[in-house]
């Protein structure tokens, strides 16, 4: 919608990963060098952490990119809640091996037979492991077995591992001294800082086609960094709803007073019933607000009058309707297809491998 009306080109605050927009901050170039220096060790395990929104789905995608031609066979899986048992069914279901009926020990077989003919190749199997906190101590001692599987003296599985803070803290376990020793390297994202997030901005906004339409004066930079705490996720949220409403009101440029009005809604829009009413109204504390407002003398101005009625009603309606429900239910409804497509299909072969194995016990 609003492309159109600012003449870019495409939309440069899309919620799922591109990697045209990619933007390499001090905490993302160190992760993804992490993952080829992994790569190019072709064994043990790189552990990339980080809070939700950081950009850990971003540096899969762009290392997807650049492996497609190379001796490395990779696979991204999605972890929910198993057990350890559970483990090797989930690779090869992974890996699109057809373990149908099959005993655990038949799969590990199976498994290894694939590993060992992609070593023939001179290739190995590159599993990116996404959600990693929700791995069991068991799950993450199956993948160590696992990746102990070589051929002709060579590393044939190798497992990179991202989560939130939690792996970390699943990691530190006692129990885990033989999976850290195996551990390579790993790299925490930490958010943007306020200089980055203002370069992330703009980065995305002139790959986008940007011509200095909108403007976007000074102060808003580090108003977007204070709300959204330098997540990217975040603020790719906040300036897509900036841009609508400037579109819907043909603004030229941006200041705190506007900013601030997409900030309240956005956080209006996170009332819970648990929230309490009166802070639901504020929407983000009134500190925050009273600090960052104290010099703009929001409304006080002829310049900075409200915005007329009849199109802030019009943005809400169609934020609060339409554009809400679209940025977070389509950013994440592919990657939730894959996880129930892979989870039905390991949790099948798990169901007609416990049947088999009461039938051949009958018999």
């Known amino acids: 919608m609003y492309e159109e009306f600012y003449g870019l080109k495409g939309n440069p605050f899309q919620l799922t990963?591109?990697?045209?927009?990619?933007?390499?901050?001090?905490?993302?170039?160190q992760g993804f060098a992490y993952l080829q220096y992994g790569l190019k060790q072709a064994e043990g395990f790189i552990v990339i952490t980080g809070d939700i929104g950081t950009g850990k789905t971003t540096l899969?995608?762009?290392?997807?990119?650049?492996?497609?031609?190379?001796?490395?066979?990779?696979?991204?899986?999605?972890?929910?809640?198993?057990?350890?048992d559970d483990i090797p069914f989930m690779v090869c279901s992974a890996l699109k091996l057809d373990t149908k009926g099959m005993t655990k020990p038949q799969v590990i077989g199976k498994l290894e037979d694939y590993l060992f003919s992609v070593g023939k190749e001179g290739k190995r199997v590159l599993l990116v492991i996404d959600e990693?906190?929700?791995?069991?101590?068991?799950?993450?001692?199956?993948?160590?077995?696992?990746?102990?599987?070589?051929?002709?003296?060579?590393?044939?599985?190798?497992?990179?591992?991202?989560?939130?803070?939690?792996?970390?803290q699943l990691l530190g376990h006692e129990s885990m001294e033989q999976f850290r020793q195996r551990i390579i390297a790993s790299s925490h994202l930490e958010p943007l800082s306020a200089e980055?997030?203002?370069?992330?901005?703009?980065?995305?906004?002139?790959?986008?086609?940007w011509k200095s339409r909108p403007e976007f004066q000074e102060d808003?930079?580090?108003?977007?960094?204070?709300?959204?705490?330098?997540?990217?996720?975040?603020?790719?949220?906040?300036?897509?709803?900036?841009?609508?409403?400037?579109?819907?009101?043909?603004?030229?440029?941006?200041?705190?007073?506007?900013?601030?009005r997409v900030i309240k809604e956005l956080e209006s829009e996170m009332i819970t019933p648990d929230n309490d009413p009166k802070d639901d109204q504020k929407g983000v504390s009134e500190e925050f607000f009273d600090e960052i407002?104290?010099?703009?003398?929001?409304?006080?101005?002829?310049?900075e009058k409200p915005a007329p009625k009849e199109s802030y009603d019009e943005?809400?309606?169609?934020t609060a309707a339409a554009l809400e429900r679209a940025e977070e239910k389509?950013?994440?409804?592919?990657?939730?297809?894959?996880k129930l497509e892979m989870k039905i299909e390991y949790l099948h072969e798990i169901l007609f491998g416990n049947l088999r194995k009461q039938f051949d016990g009958k018999e």
């Open 17 to 29: 990963p591109n990697m045209d927009l990619f933007f390499g901050s001090k905490v993302h170039k």
């Open 293 to 303: 407002t104290s010099d703009t003398a929001i409304g006080s101005s002829e310049q």
């Open 220 to 260: 808003v930079f580090e108003l977007i960094h204070q709300s959204t705490g330098g997540i990217p996720r975040r603020i790719n949220r906040l300036c897509n709803r900036l841009l609508l409403l400037g579109s819907i009101e043909e603004l030229n440029s941006f200041d705190k007073t506007v900013t601030l």
């Open 196 to 209: 980055e997030t203002r370069d992330y901005i703009l980065y995305r906004l002139i790959k986008s086609g």
């Open 60 to 84: 899969v995608e762009r290392l997807f990119s650049v492996l497609e031609f190379g001796p490395v066979v990779a696979s991204r899986i999605v972890t929910t809640q198993l057990e350890g």
């Open 330 to 338: 389509i950013d994440t409804l592919e990657n939730r297809i894959d």
């Open 132 to 168: 990693a906190q929700n791995l069991s101590l068991h799950g993450l001692e199956e993948l160590r077995m696992l990746s102990n599987l070589s051929y002709m003296g060579k590393p044939v599985l190798q497992c990179f591992l991202l989560g939130q803070l939690e792996l970390q």
């Open 315 to 318: 943005y809400r309606a169609i």
